[in-house]
């Protein structure tokens, strides 16, 4: 919750990769977390250890974000009730 209020976001991006075995061959990767838009430091810094440590090369990656709590979605709640 204090990261949301950080403005950081819950990201998402599907990465398009080159087979390493079959180089005609597409697979995809679904990476999620919370990073800053628009300069997503996270996914950046996620790309460039998979361009240097790994043998698939990238071929696409579509990013989408949704900021989850904003400030002004957030109110006090009057009263708390707990159910056992």
Not at 23 to 33: A, E, R, T, V
Not at 57 to 72: D, G, K, M
């Amino acid at each position: 919750m204090s990261r949301q209020l950080q403005g950081y976001s819950l990201t998402t991006a599907e990465i398009l990769y080159h087979m390493p075995d079959h180089p005609g061959l597409l697979q995809s990767f679904l990476w999620q977390n919370y990073d800053l838009a628009p300069r997503f430091p996270r996914l950046i810094g996620f790309l460039d250890f998979w361009a240097h440590n790994l043998d698939g090369t990238l071929a696409q990656v579509c990013v989408a974000h949704r900021e989850l709590v904003s400030p002004a979605q957030m109110r006090l709640v009057g009263s708390e009730w707990r159910l056992n």
